[in-house]
């Protein structure tokens, strides 16, 4: 039911983009335009995106993680994604990813740090669903509310952070201020319990929130002001792919460490008749017994750690990027090119803002 709820807002949208947004008609006609995309590299590329995200949602629910049936998808997709590399490399006349969008770090490190935000943001609001309900007994209406604190923070921080980005021309302020602030208040999540005052916790999510969505806003001006201008749609393209990936990543990450320990902490106390999957279908059920939400408290703050561990360690790369500084508002004011290589200085307009990194 939930997946045919999006098929309205998906058709109105269509309907929306075809009539209102106004394609230009290829000079050369549809046909040869069609003709220019990277097919090879498509087809190359999703069956791979599948078979290594497969035994991450399989693996420990359906076989063993060392099995074959884990290892032999994973294998091949992970060797699809390097033949990919070398075919966007070498062979492909039009490629699908750019290599001028990988000249500078600071481009690359801000591609990671969209697939870090996409796994963080996806496994923390996953797992606080199983937080609120199993821990606090919240049911699905308060549930959502205790989300509040993320989903509200992160627009108005993405917001008010590109206003600001905006009018001091400066991205790297934003790096620092977003980055620590997100991977501390994930690391704060580690305090997530019964005996935690409810005050605290909402304190807790609101600097997750505020910190995603300035990391959010930084990361896509950063793509923006260290491409070519011809290369920021393709940029921002690549961002958004990078950042759905690691949606996809978070879940399947989250699902398999959390099914993997759950399981462990289970049989510690004794329940070998329980698995991971019956005991989430539980949860009202769970939350009544305190030694069951100490369970998943105690194996809820392994995902923190992970999504801390990411957080902080691609924020730090972030941060000692140099970015150049934004256009001014003259829409007239031309725009410098990024440099052909990852260690080019020579470039006056760039001055000290190649990458440390």
């Known amino acids: 039911m939930l997946f045919w709820l999006n098929l309205p807002p998906i058709a109105v949208t269509a309907g929306g983009l075809a009539f209102f947004l106004g394609f230009d ?4 006609g549809t046909l040869a335009s069609l003709g220019r995309v990277d097919w090879v590299g498509i087809l190359i590329f999703i069956p791979s995106a599948v078979a290594v995200l497969m035994p991450f949602t399989m693996s420990g629910i359906f076989f063993p993680w060392m099995s074959w049936q884990a290892m032999l998808p994973l294998g091949l997709g992970t060797s699809g994604l390097v033949l990919l590399a070398f075919h966007q490399r070498y ?17 690359i490190f801000s591609f990671l740090g969209q697939t870090v935000f996409g796994i963080c943001v996806n496994m923390i609001f996953y797992y606080l669903v199983v937080f609120w309900s199993g821990v606090w007994g919240f049911d699905e209406l308060l549930t959502g509310v205790a989300l509040f604190p993320e989903t509200v923070c992160i627009p108005v921080a993405a917001i008010v952070c590109g206003l600001l980005m905006r009018k001091t021309r400066k991205v790297g302020w934003a790096m620092w201020l977003g980055w620590p602030l997100t991977s501390i208040s994930i690391g704060l999540l580690w305090f997530l319990d019964t005996a935690t005052p409810l005050g605290v916790l909402i304190f807790i999510n609101m600097g997750v929130g505020l910190g995603a969505g300035i990391v959010i806003s930084a990361l896509n001006m950063g793509l923006l002001v260290t491409t070519k201008k011809e290369d920021n749609g393709h940029s921002m393209a690549m961002g958004l792919l990078s950042k759905s990936a690691g949606m996809c990543l978070g879940i399947a990450i989250g699902t398999a460490v959390f099914t993997v320990k759950m399981d462990n902490e289970l049989q510690q106390k004794g329940n070998f008749d329980v698995t991971a999957e019956s005991f989430l279908r539980m949860l009202k059920e769970v939350s009544k017994d305190e030694t069951e939400r100490q369970v998943i408290v105690h194996t809820l703050r392994i995902l923190w750690i992970i999504c801390c ?3 902080g360690l691609i924020g730090l790369c972030c941060c000692f990027c140099r970015y150049p500084d934004m256009p001014g508002p003259d ?3 031309s725009v410098e090119p990024a440099p052909e290589s990852l260690v080019d200085a020579k470039e006056p307009h760039l001055g000290t803002n190649r990458p440390l990194v």
């Open 309 to 311: 561990g990411l957080s």
């Open 25 to 28: 008609h290829p000079p050369d």
């Open 91 to 107: 062979f492909a006349k039009y490629p699908m990813f750019r290599p001028s969008l990988f000249k500078r770090w600071a481009t």
């Open 331 to 333: 829409i007239t004011e």
